[in-house]
């Protein structure tokens, strides 16, 4: 039966690494960090980590000062990847689209924390400095649709406008939901992706307390996320946003617009087991739903960009649902984990990595783990990338695993455009 | 986050003061602010500007009362916060 193909027209991201995506990539090949040691916080309340923040992110450069400033820091990341992408795919001319189009035209985005920097501030204006009245923006922007619903104004968008908010899996279900979106025939254009801003000092104590985050093995913080090694010792909290724009096949071409890859394939699974411990079956599930819907066999799949956070219990569980998965095939396909370069950007990381994955199938080259000295055992039986990356791929069809706290897991599968 | 300058409000005119603020949310040079100008015309729509006036009763130390008219333009700001501008000088 035929259906509806969906093509990723536009990429767009700020990033640890910046905001171009062919710099990206180029530095996750050269298996580059930008994992720094960093001090989050302010005055009495400060806290040292490894973290891979955007450093150099100017939102009043990149917005304008009348925009960035009605916006959380998750918003602007939001509304600059966005843009980058909006221009990626050719759309920025007025014209670009018909009026039904944009009309139709939907706003799928995920975050796990939301405007959490302007929740933080509130705190601080109220409980430390004892102030009675707070921002009259505060709502506007800390609540978790602010990023979606700015970016449905700056394009035009009036279909659907939707946040997920599903942990590490928030973007990586926004971009899902956005392949179901087109199939449906709702809309020939939809903008997905996420956004995530979360290094506030009383988000980032939560996850100190989770005993989760990193510790460097040797003083450098970029060797600290080290996935699938032996030595391996938690995750670097990171932040950014990234946005692809899906656009229905037909209508792609028929506008001449270059096409990166294919998003084939989405799958999506809950634990239902425990709000941490990842569980091989429930991620196995969505893995086996992702290549059904891209109509796929375990045998077409080149690389799998892993959702591999480095925790100790989180990276051999995916590695048993891969082998699962994979069979007789796990030997030979490409696996790695470039949260080890970037860090983890929480409800952006489905993002930010399902773009990763379409630069690794339009390039034909697969990036490293970066840190990986020795596989851990329980880690073994697929082709770890480690080093710098690969070229000259054969790669048709890449997965990205996204695995979420509370047990929610997203499978995006991404075919080279023919 | 964005950091909030206090300003010293010693011969500080509220044009002066009211400039300042709108150069954090507006995307023209502080010296086009002029009492004339339309605040929609440089962006600054209903939300912008109850942050404004937040922003300006942080730097006056004085709460502006609720029910005034909404300011259209520039110099509609300077006439609203200038006694209490005033009031907050003679008590430094």
């Known amino acids: ?418 | 986050m964005k950091v909030k300058q206090v300003l010293p409000l010693n011969g500080l005119s509220a044009l002066e003061l009211v400039r300042q603020a709108l150069s954090h949310y507006a995307d023209v040079a502080p010296e086009l602010i002029v009492p004339e100008v339309r605040l929609d015309a440089i962006g600054v729509d209903s939300l912008t500007l109850a942050e404004l006036l937040f922003e300006l009763e942080d730097q006056i130390g004085l709460t502006i009362p609720e029910g005034r008219t909404a300011p259209h333009l520039v110099s509609d700001i300077v006439r609203l916060i200038e006694p209490y501008l005033e009031q907050a000088q003679a008590a430094a």
């Not at chain 1, 990033?15 to 180029?26: E, I, V």
């Not at chain 1, 590695?319 to 490409?334: E, F, K, P, T, Y």
């Open chain 1, 1 to 418: 039966m035929s259906r509806r193909r969906v093509a990723v027209t536009g990429l767009g991201l700020v990033c640890p690494f910046g905001s171009d995506a062919d710099a990206l990539f180029a530095a996750l090949m050269r298996g580059e960090s930008a994992v720094r040691e960093e001090t989050v916080g302010e005055g009495d309340h400060t806290l040292t980590i490894h973290s891979a923040a955007c450093r150099d992110f100017d939102a009043a450069a990149a917005l304008g000062r009348s925009r960035a400033a009605v916006m959380d820091r998750c918003s602007q990341l939001a509304a600059a990847a966005a843009s980058s992408a909006w221009h990626d795919a050719g759309l920025a001319a007025t014209g670009a689209l018909t009026a039904e189009v944009q009309e139709s035209g939907c706003v799928l985005w995920g975050t796990g924390a939301g405007g959490t920097q302007t929740l933080e501030r509130c705190y601080r204006e109220l409980f430390l400095r004892d102030r009675t009245r707070i921002s009259p923006l505060s709502v506007v922007q800390g609540m978790n649709n602010a990023a979606a619903s700015h970016l449905a104004m700056m394009f035009g968008l009036g279909g659907a406008c939707l946040t997920y908010s599903v942990a590490c899996a928030s973007s990586a279900v926004a971009v899902g939901e956005g392949l179901r979106r087109i199939r449906s025939g709702d809309c020939q254009v939809v903008l997905v992706g996420g956004s995530e801003a979360a290094l506030p000092y009383a988000l980032v104590k939560a996850w100190e307390s989770l005993q989760v985050l990193a510790t460097s093995p040797d003083g450098d913080a970029s060797h600290a996320c080290r996935p699938f090694d032996n030595t391996r010792s938690g995750l670097v909290l990171g932040e950014g946003a990234a946005a692809l724009v899906l656009e229905d096949w037909d209508h792609a071409c028929a506008r001449g617009a270059r096409i990166h890859a294919e998003l084939a394939g989405y799958g999506s699974s809950c634990d239902h087991a425990h709000l941490t411990m990842p569980q091989a079956e429930g991620q196995l599930r969505a893995l086996r739903a992702a290549l059904r819907d891209a109509r796929a066999d375990p045998g077409d799949i080149g690389y799998v960009n892993a959702h591999g956070t480095a925790t100790s219990e989180g990276d051999p569980v995916e590695i048993s649902a891969m082998r699962s998965l994979l069979g007789g095939h796990a030997a030979n396909v490409a696996i790695s984990s470039t949260k080890s370069m970037h860090g983890h950007l929480m409800g952006a990381s489905g993002a930010i990595e399902a773009l990763i994955t379409v630069k690794a199938v339009q390039s034909g080259a697969v990036p490293p783990t970066a840190n990986l000295a020795q596989v851990d055992p329980a880690c073994a039986g697929l082709d770890h990338v480690r080093g710098t990356g690969r070229t000259g791929v054969r790669l048709h069809l890449a997965l990205s695993n996204s695995f979420a706290f509370g047990g929610s897991n997203a499978v995006l599968a991404f075919r080279r455009a023919a």
